[in-house]
């Protein structure tokens, strides 16, 4: 049994800007047949056009989401929101490749390049923001370097787009990624996925990149003059050097297409790799490999224990594996199908895992075979052999302020430092996650883009195997919320299984006073207070944000000891007011505003109308300080 009440919500004060709409050719996915007449032949082994569904979280180096990122997918656009997210609906890619752009102001140009399955596809992107590494002028040889030991030796010779000698300051731009850094794959433009010097696809091994971009003092940019070149150096790994060959070929990242193309060689000196090049963009050491696409289907339909209603588990990580050439990894959409490149006629590892914090075991490790061509395998997942894990299903809808279902807009479900997104469906919500065994709490932020209004986080605990958070609304009217959820621990007698509703048809007279009082404790009641409509907080040995113990009946925080730490409120049973009390638990103030600001609050724990009926409560709320 559960119930939860919504006295106000709140309309967040920062906009949400999120579009689709039509873009010209110059940032679409299809080709120029002028630009490159090789690229365009590969182009058509990805087969012919097709709609997919998208949706990502473009975050920096330091894992914090970047809002007004534009986002282009085909003739598809995007501006990412305050969370990071965009949402990208019925983008036209190919059959076998789908390419996805990110751009922000300050910022190289990042992007993702996937094999697009029917379900929603997943993508992650960090971008990196642009720092001068070092000036020079026009006709002057000189050489940049990053503390690492990457460089570039460049010759004075340089030219504008259309071609036009440039002459005067040059201000230079690098970015060196480290191969065995475990975030790459989302950090790196594209997938390591490449046209040869024969036009056949290769699958790349890399062994670091680097990015040289080239600007005049106005941010025009720049790249080398035709007829000259310049010389870049890129270090290795400690990890790599063993294995790391004398020579190897060099790719340049293609960002009309979203592929690597060959284009030279560089040399093994000392513990880096230096190369010539005629061009600048992001370069990239490889060895390459034949690949084709493998597709895999996660299948646990007897005894769904990853899925709910065909909705798998969106925290998971696949990693394949492969001698000599390393690793590759993707998540599932929500129908539990994710494609790879893969090199041919190898064996493959096939490792499943979880993505969190809270365990490093392996719920699936099989060896699947080689494949020569693009193929398809089903695996299965009979049972998870982590006890730190459990499989969880959350529902629920998403309002508007008429209680009308939100169409077009997503929730964000934090649990265990990871943010899972699900796209809304008809006002309503399904996602099936592993969670930590020793963790109930997750939070959800939920955002309407069609009134450009969010809610949360509001925070809850998980129910055993399925946790329906009931309605969540978002409203630009109101001001204050509480979220109040209650779960049976134990019920006696049977009659107290009948569902409850807190402050049931109350009207809009009714609103939160929140105070620090005389002796500096915090105090949140609902107003007009009385006798049979009431909600009170009042926090034992106050210290601003922080945790606070409820301890019952014994404790210095227990009631009648003063100071005491207290939380009752009133909800109705079968036409009856009824009052509850915190029995234990725990109270996070997690923001304290001024007066005229926000008191943001999360309360975890029992309470009980009498000792035969103690139930897991969660309330959730903000409200404005009135002193």
């Keep these: 049994m559960r119930f939860q009440i919504k006295t106000c919500y709140l309309h967040l004060g920062f906009m949400l800007l999120l579009l689709n709409c039509e873009i010209g050719d110059d940032n679409s996915q299809n080709i120029d047949s002028n630009s490159n007449p090789l690229l365009e ?47 990208i609906k019925n983008a036209t890619v190919k059959e076998r490749f789908a390419y996805v752009k990110a751009k922000k102001n300050g910022y190289f140009n990042a992007s993702r390049s996937l094999i697009p399955t029917s379900g929603t596809n997943n993508v992650s992107i960090v971008m990196f923001e642009k720092s001068i590494r ?16 990457a460089s570039v030796d460049l010759k004075g010779a340089y030219e504008n787009s259309d071609g036009v000698i440039h002459s005067g300051n040059i201000n230079v731009v690098l970015n060196y990624l480290d191969a065995t850094n475990s975030e790459i794959e989302n950090q790196m433009p594209g997938m390591l996925y490449a046209m040869d010097n024969n036009t056949e696809a290769q699958i790349l091994k890399t062994y670091g990149m680097l990015t040289v971009e080239l600007l005049t003092d106005n941010g025009e940019k720049l790249n080398i003059a035709a007829g000259s070149t310049a010389q870049i150096t890129i270090p290795l790994n400690q990890s790599l050097l063993a294995n790391a060959p004398n020579t190897i070929p060099l790719w340049h990242f293609d960002e009309t297409y979203g592929i690597w193309v060959e284009e030279g060689i560089a040399t093994l000196e000392g513990n880096s790799y230096v190369g010539t090049v005629s061009h600048f963009s992001t370069w990239n050491c490889d060895v390459p490999f034949d690949t084709a696409n493998l597709c895999i289907n996660l299948n646990d339909n007897t005894s769904n224990v990853m899925s709910n209603a065909n909705n798998v588990s969106s925290n998971l990580e696949v990693v394949l594996s492969a001698p000599e050439y390393g690793s590759i990894s993707g998540v599932f959409d929500e129908q539990g199908e994710l494609c790879l490149p893969v090199p041919t006629n190898v064996a493959i590892t096939l490792n499943v895992n979880y993505v969190g914090t809270c365990t490093t075991d392996t719920i699936l490790d099989q060896n699947i075979g080689s494949f020569s061509e693009d193929s398809a395998i089903d695996i299965y997942i009979d049972s998870i052999p982590s006890q730190n894990l459990i499989s969880e299903t959350i529902t629920g809808s998403f309002l508007d302020c ?6 077009n807009g997503y929730v964000q479900i934090n649990h265990d430092g990871q943010d899972v997104i699900s796209t809304i469906t008809d006002g309503n919500f399904e996602t099936s996650l592993l969670r930590c065994a020793m963790d109930n709490d997750f939070s ?19 129910s055993e195997d399925n946790t329906d958070v009931g309605d969540i609304s978002t409203c630009s009217e109101l001001l204050e919320y509480m979220n109040i959820e209650l779960e049976p621990y134990f019920i006696f007698p049977d009659g107290y299984t009948k ?37 009170r907080l009042n926090t034992c040995q106050f210290d601003g944000v922080g945790s606070y113990p409820i301890v019952y009946p014994d404790g210095p925080c227990a009631f009648g000891n003063g100071n005491d730490t207290q939380i009752y409120f009133s909800a109705y049973y079968s036409e009856n007011i009824l009052p509850f009390q915190f029995f234990s638990g725990t109270i996070h103030i997690t923001s304290l505003g001024e007066v005229g600001e926000y008191i943001e609050f999360n309360i975890t724990g029992e309470s009980f109308y009498t000792f035969d009926a103690i139930f897991d409560t969660t309330i959730t709320g903000r409200v404005l300080r009135d002193q």
């Design 499 to 535: 569902s409850l509703s807190i402050f049931e048809n109350l009207s809009t007279d009714y609103s939160f006073d929140a105070q620090i009082d005389n002796e500096g404790n915090l105090v949140i009641d609902w107003v007009p207070f009385s006798e049979t409509i009431e909600f």
């Design 134 to 149: 070092g000036t020079t002028v026009s006709g002057e040889e000189t050489t940049i370097s990053l503390f690492n030991g």
């Design 41 to 87: 032949i590969f182009s058509e082994r990805f087969g012919q056009d097709v709609s997919h569904d998208f949706i990502g979280k473009i975050i920096n180096v330091n894992h914090t989401p970047l809002s007004n990122v534009i986002i282009s997918i085909g003739d598809s656009q995007a501006i990412t929101d305050n969370n990071g997210v965009f949402v």
């Design 444 to 462: 959800i932020i939920g955002v309407d883009f069609e009134s450009n209004e969010s809610i949360g986080p509001i925070f809850y605990q998980f």
């Design 402 to 407: 008429d209680g009308g279902p939100i169409a």
